[in-house]
């Protein structure tokens, strides 16, 4: 604690994933597809047995234990994380196509540890149409392709997008594409480890899902607290406006109906109203948008974000809230106060009239 406020920038402002595979669509009735990916499987782990490949932001994250050390400490502003963005497990897919390298030095993001809310939701993309089995995202807003948040074992989290190019085709070459942008998930997903994670081309280990820490088998192997049947799920990191994410589970351990665009929504949390996002099983897969105001520290895209935002400082209160209702159909948090305010004016309406 009481960490002097100073400037960090990711060294993942800005980047994307690009990776050289065939450019396939596998289908469920597309035998010779299917054939084509196994051959691609067969290729993978014939690569991952061999020696990794060079890396050129600062050596080779480490294949066994011990892991790279990941250390949380908070102000009065800020809650600071660093990392060296290695994945704390083990996995042969770090290291192909590209290896996970260490951040040298390592990151420290630099999150609001009281965040406020923006004064709008602010995009992080959005969906286009379907093309040949692949979801494209809209040119404009153009998705966010770099980190967005980091997990609690100091692996990245990105966003939902990825440029065309690399299972699906581009409008350069398929004048009948939509756009030059995909869901990442579908075009790169065959890529990744069992984490859900992969390295992009300058060896910056992410995710872009949380398909793989799904359960409590998933969670312990990628070192990431597990949820308790019943409960809440567990806090599994920020995202860089400072709001947490939660596992998929809300109240009573109930998958949550009830959330704004950004996948979040606000309900008692230690006794406190708290603003926070789940991680979902579909998309948006991360976050649909942030309803916080995200620091350019982090990520030099939001450096100069519109003023109507209201950002960096943001609003003291959430000019759009979506409160969440417990299973037992009573209303948590601060929807639970109005609700009985409400209620105790009418009690006290109906005895006057008396």
Same mark, same amino acid.
């Given at each position: 604690?009481?960490?002097?406020?100073?400037?960090? *920038?990711?060294?993942?402002?800005?980047?994307? $994933?690009?990776?050289?595979?065939?450019?396939?669509? *596998?289908?469920?009735? $597309?035998?010779?597809?299917?054939?084509?990916?196994?051959?691609?499987?067969?290729?993978?782990? +014939?690569?991952?047995?061999?020696?990794?490949?060079?890396?050129?932001?600062?050596?080779?994250? =480490?294949? /066994?234990?011990?892991? @790279?050390?990941?250390?949380?400490?908070?102000?009065?502003? #800020?809650?600071?994380?660093?990392?060296?963005?290695?994945?704390?497990?083990?996995?042969?897919?770090?290291?192909?196509?590209?290896?996970?390298?260490?951040?040298?030095?390592?990151?420290?993001?630099?999150?609001?540890?009281?965040?406020?809310?923006?004064?709008?939701?602010?995009?992080?993309?959005? !969906?286009?149409?379907?093309?040949?089995?692949?979801?494209?995202?809209?040119?404009?807003?153009?998705?966010?392709?770099?980190?967005?948040?980091?997990?609690? /074992?100091?692996?990245?989290?990105?966003?939902?997008?990825? =440029?065309?190019?690399?299972? +699906?085709?581009?409008?350069?070459?398929?004048?009948?594409? =939509?756009?030059?942008?995909? %869901?990442?998930v579908q075009s790169e997903g065959r890529t990744t480890d069992y984490c859900g994670g992969h390295a992009d081309p300058m060896s910056h280990y992410h995710i872009h899902s949380g398909l793989g820490i799904g359960n409590a088998t998933q969670r312990a192997s990628c070192s990431l607290p597990a949820d308790v049947a019943?409960?809440?799920? @567990?806090?599994?990191?920020?995202?860089? %406006?400072?709001?947490?994410?939660?596992?998929?589970?809300?109240?009573?351990? !109930?998958?949550?109906? !009830?959330? $704004?665009?950004?996948?979040?929504?606000?309900?008692?949390?230690?006794?406190?109203?708290?603003?926070?996002?789940?991680?979902?099983?579909?998309?948006?897969?991360?976050?649909?948008?942030?309803?916080?105001?995200?620091?350019?520290?982090?990520?030099?895209? #939001?450096? +100069?974000? %519109?003023?109507?935002? &209201?950002?960096?400082?943001?609003?003291?209160? $959430? =000019? +759009?809230?979506?409160?969440?209702?417990?299973?037992?159909?009573?209303?948590?948090?601060?929807?639970?106060?109005?609700?009985?305010?409400?209620?105790?004016?009418?009690?006290? *309406?109906?005895?006057?009239? &008396?």
């Amino acid at each position: 604690k009481g960490c002097a406020a100073r400037s960090y *920038i990711s060294a993942s402002n800005g980047l994307f $994933d690009l990776f050289i595979f065939p450019n396939k669509m *596998i289908t469920q009735f $597309d035998y010779h597809q299917v054939i084509v990916a196994l051959f691609s499987a067969a290729l993978v782990a +014939s690569v991952a047995a061999q020696a990794p490949g060079n890396c050129t932001t600062g050596p080779t994250c =480490p294949f /066994n234990a011990p892991f @790279e050390a990941v250390t949380i400490t908070t102000s009065s502003t #800020y809650r600071f994380v660093t990392t060296t963005g290695c994945p704390p497990f083990t996995n042969p897919l770090w290291r192909t196509p590209n290896p996970a390298c260490k951040a040298q030095p390592p990151i420290t993001f630099q999150l609001p540890f009281k965040p406020g809310y923006a004064a709008q939701p602010i995009s992080v993309g959005e !969906q286009a149409s379907v093309y040949k089995g692949v979801t494209y995202l809209k040119n404009s807003p153009a998705p966010q392709l770099g980190v967005l948040g980091v997990f609690l /074992n100091g692996v990245r989290i990105f966003g939902f997008g990825s =440029p065309c190019g690399f299972s +699906s085709p581009c409008p350069a070459t398929d004048p009948s594409a =939509p756009t030059n942008f995909v %869901d990442a998930v579908q075009s790169e997903g065959r890529t990744t480890d069992y984490c859900g994670g992969h390295a992009d081309p300058m060896s910056h280990y992410h995710i872009h899902s949380g398909l793989g820490i799904g359960n409590a088998t998933q969670r312990a192997s990628c070192s990431l607290p597990a949820d308790v049947a019943g409960n809440h799920s @567990e806090l599994l990191g920020w995202m860089i %406006d400072g709001f947490g994410m939660y596992g998929r589970y809300s109240l009573g351990g !109930q998958v949550p109906t !009830q959330l $704004d665009a950004c996948h979040g929504h606000t309900h008692n949390i230690s006794g406190v109203p708290t603003y926070h996002y789940h991680l979902p099983d579909a998309f948006p897969w991360t976050i649909g948008c942030f309803k916080g105001c995200p620091l350019g520290v982090n990520n030099g895209a #939001y450096n +100069s974000l %519109d003023a109507s935002y &209201k950002c960096p400082a943001g609003l003291s209160t $959430d =000019p +759009s809230p979506v409160y969440e209702t417990g299973p037992s159909g009573s209303q948590s948090g601060l929807a639970s106060t109005a609700s009985l305010i409400l209620s105790v004016a009418c009690i006290a *309406i109906r005895l006057n009239f &008396k």
